[in-house]
């Protein structure tokens, strides 16, 4: 199996993530279409430090990856602290009712 | 610091002062504390000015005879480049003799108008200008350089148009304050070329000037040498000062605001319009007499206008039936005495005539002023008569100062008057001596006219005036009997040599004011061969001349004096046929057509009232039609014809503005907003919708970037 194989994967991960975070009405599971698509771009990180030539940068893109998890935890954290204050002040965390920061 | 320089300063500052603090508070004085304390507060600042001035003449006396010339500065005033001006009082015999006279007698005045103007609604405004002219008079008369003279000469100007215009409700009297303010102007614009014609030649001659009349009397030889316009400098001067002395002093042919100026309340006629401002142009004269010394035409012109002045005013006297006019006149006549005086060169005698003057023609002013107000406001004599019974002071008082004007002997106007007549006839010549002599005469027929239809006969007033007539409250009666004494006795300070006396006011003046010895013009010869023999002419006034002259006139003196005595108590005389003893007598000589025609001459002023009128006034308003006329069609034409194009003009750029620099802001700001609007719809807020546009943006660009540039 190629790099193709986990390009491919990945490709499908983000499109479900960017499709689930478009079409879905609520908050939590557009959070949940973020994490699709921070762990499709992980993927193709370690993917392609997996294929690369290089033998003296071949950790780089684990380390990307890792950096990423760290990234998408601290994200939840914040976006569902966010989403109970929503909820809390709103009664409510539709994502097409909250739109108060209409131009 | 002596008594007279601590002192003198004040003397003119009072009345200001006075004046200031009437003008800004006398309403509500008036209105809380009503008349007496008014009026007091009135009297209070020339009452202080009197006893300074009595006081410092007192002093000056003991002064050194060569140290009678006090100069007190006050501060510097302009100065620029070679100009010095300096607030500076000049306090001499000269100006102590006119202080004396302003001050006492303005004092007097004052008292007395507490009484004329009772229950006057104006009453302390009245005593607001009265200090004005007080303080502006004695600045005239106190200036050590000409400006001074010349700022209090307008300022009493100004204060005798606001007093003649008191009541100015009635159109007559402002009419008549304008005239006077207007005629004075003409003689004011002569004094100021003189002014300026001295300055000139000072600046340019003498670097630094302070324009002192110290400066011009040690300079006076200098500015003898120079010409203008091919006129002797001095001459030109003269006779610019003469012409500001016709106006204010009321000489022909500018004297005819004086009988106009009757308008005002009496106490007015008798301060500043017989006692004092109308003879600051006598005083002017004496001020500056060594000019005059210098010019000799200019001297003989003055006689000419003061002789026929003198003659003329006092024929109109005869026919006037106003009380107030023929004193009016009569003061015209006077003042030409004076200048007759100044004009032969008998400075100290024309001097003296204005002090006794002052003090006769005030009391006449102030007593036709009590019979004005006992009469209800009448002023005409023929609805007078009788009223010495009802006003015994008034009556007495008037025919004390009758007996001094006419020159009865050992009065005042008898050595006054006699000095000048002597003057003339010596130092000008006879004819000027018969022309004062006719005129002396003629004084004495209407003031006796005036006080037999007055005074004596019986009333012709109705009987209601007449009941209700009584003799004036003591405020008024006492200045104008105190007046009286003094018009009988002040002629004592100058008993002439051939009457046994000494000439004290003469010699009194000596430190400032010198005689001429001789005529006029033989004096100027004299004074240049005295230059030519050498240039130190230490005696201007020719002593050497002097004792051979003087010795065998004594019995001519006593004879003119005798004549003039004889002809004034023969038109007295007459005076009572006529108006007392036979009046029918004066009916009949009346009744001829001869006389009716010089009579209605006299009465109607010889028409130069109208002559003017014809003359001078609708030439000139005519003139002033046209440029009215001018003005209107050509230059408001031009104006206007500009103004249109302007605002064509402007609604051209008005158009422009508007549509196009205004259209261009605001289409800038109007694509703006809508730009604004328009964007502003693309933040729905909507997350989802934003991040699929972008998503859709991001591929459109990517399929661009891969079709079109891959």
Not at chain 2, 302 to 324: E, P, R, V
Not at chain 2, 462 to 490: F, G, N
Request: aromatic share 14%.
């Amino acid at each position: 199996m190629g790099l193709t194989g986990f390009l491919t994967v990945s490709a499908v991960l983000f499109t479900l993530g960017l499709v689930i975070f478009i079409s879905r009405k609520n908050t939590i599971a557009i959070l949940m279409g973020v994490e699709l698509m921070l762990n499709a771009a992980a993927l193709n990180f370690v993917a392609f430090a997996r294929f690369t030539p290089s033998q003296a940068s071949q950790l780089d893109g684990q380390i990307f990856a890792v950096f990423i998890i760290l990234l998408a935890a601290a994200e939840a954290v914040v976006a569902l602290a966010i989403a109970l204050s929503v909820y809390k002040n709103l009664h409510q965390i539709g994502a097409d009712k909250l739109a108060s920061l209409k131009g | 610091m002596s008594y007279i320089q601590s002192v003198i300063p004040f003397v003119p500052v009072l009345p200001f002062f006075g004046a200031l603090f009437l003008g800004l508070f006398g309403k509500k004085i008036y209105a809380r504390f009503g008349e007496n304390v008014t009026g007091i507060l009135g009297c209070s600042m020339p009452f202080i000015s009197a006893v300074l001035a009595v006081t410092s003449f007192i002093a000056i006396n003991g002064v050194d005879v060569t140290e009678r010339i006090i100069r007190i500065p006050i501060t510097d005033w302009v100065s620029v480049a070679d100009l010095q001006l300096q607030w500076t009082f000049r306090y001499d015999p000269l100006s102590a003799v006119m202080l004396l006279v302003v001050t006492i007698i303005g004092t007097l005045i004052h008292i007395y108008g507490m009484g004329y103007m009772h229950g006057d609604k104006s009453f302390s405004r009245f005593f607001a200008y009265m200090n004005l002219f007080l303080g502006s008079m004695l600045m005239l008369v106190l200036g050590d350089n000409i400006i001074i003279m010349f700022l209090g000469w307008e300022g009493v100007g100004l204060c005798s148009y606001l007093l003649i215009g008191f009541w100015f409700t009635e159109e007559a009297n402002a009419i008549a304050g304008k005239k006077a303010f207007i005629v004075n102007r003409i003689g004011d614009l002569g004094f100021l070329t003189g002014i300026l014609l001295v300055a000139y030649f000072s600046m340019t001659l003498f670097g630094t000037t302070d324009l002192s009349f110290t400066e011009l009397q040690s300079n006076i030889d200098v500015l003898a040498g120079q010409t203008v316009f091919g006129f002797p400098l001095l001459e030109v001067i003269g006779i610019c000062f003469f012409i500001g002395a016709m106006g204010k002093s009321a000489q022909i042919p500018l004297y005819v605001w004086l009988p106009d100026a009757m308008a005002g309340p009496t106490p007015v006629s008798a301060l500043i319009h017989a006692a004092t401002m109308v003879t600051a142009g006598v005083y002017m004269m004496g001020r500056v007499f060594f000019l005059f010394t210098l010019a000799p035409h200019a001297l003989g012109f003055i006689s000419l206008i003061a002789a026929l002045t003198c003659f003329f005013s006092a024929t109109i006297g005869m026919a006037q039936y106003d009380i107030k006019k023929v004193l009016a006149y009569s003061t015209v006549s006077q003042l030409g005495y004076m200048f007759l005086a100044m004009s032969v060169g008998a400075f100290s005698a024309g001097v003296f005539h204005l002090l006794t003057h002052a003090a006769f023609k005030a009391c006449l002013f102030m007593a036709s002023g009590s019979v004005i107000v006992a009469l209800h406001h009448k002023q005409d004599m023929r609805e007078m008569g009788g009223l010495l019974k009802k006003m015994p002071v008034t009556g007495y008082s008037f025919i004390a100062a009758t007996l001094a004007i006419m020159g009865f002997p050992l009065t005042s106007g008898f050595f006054s008057k006699d000095e000048i007549l002597w003057k003339a006839f010596i130092q000008g010549s006879p004819l000027l001596w018969l022309v004062g002599f006719v005129a002396a005469g003629i004084t004495s027929f209407y003031m006796w006219r005036l006080v037999f239809m007055t005074f004596f006969g019986e009333t012709r007033a109705d009987k209601h005036t007449w009941e209700h007539c009584h003799e004036q409250p003591k405020r008024t009666v006492v200045p104008i009997a105190i007046l009286a004494v003094a018009a009988l006795t002040i002629g004592f300070w100058n008993v002439p040599h051939f009457l046994g006396g000494h000439g004290n006011f003469t010699n009194f003046l000596d430190p400032v004011v010198h005689d001429l010895s001789s005529k006029p013009m033989e004096n100027y010869h004299k004074i240049q061969l005295a230059k030519q023999a050498d240039h130190q002419p230490e005696d201007t006034h020719g002593a050497a001349v002097e004792h051979e002259e003087h010795v065998d006139h004594t019995a001519l003196e006593w004879g003119l004096m005798l004549a003039s005595v004889a002809w004034t108590f023969f038109t007295g005389f007459l005076a009572y046929i006529f108006y007392i003893r036979y009046p029918k007598a004066r009916e009949k000589i009346m009744s001829r057509a001869a006389a009716q025609k010089v009579f209605a001459v006299l009465y109607n002023k010889y028409f130069v009232d109208e002559f003017y009128e014809a003359v001078v006034i609708t030439p000139l308003r005519k003139l002033f039609g046209f440029l009215g006329a001018f003005d209107q069609m050509v230059i408001d034409g031009m104006v206007n014809f500009a103004g249109f194009m302007g605002r064509i003009t402007a609604n051209l750029v008005g158009i422009f503005d508007d549509e196009i620099v205004d259209g261009a802001v605001n289409g800038a700001g109007w694509s703006a907003q809508t730009g604004g609007k328009g964007a502003s719809s693309m933040q729905s807020g909507r997350i989802q919708t934003i991040v699929a546009s972008s998503l859709i943006i991001f591929i459109i660009i990517v399929a661009s970037v891969v079709l079109f540039l891959g």
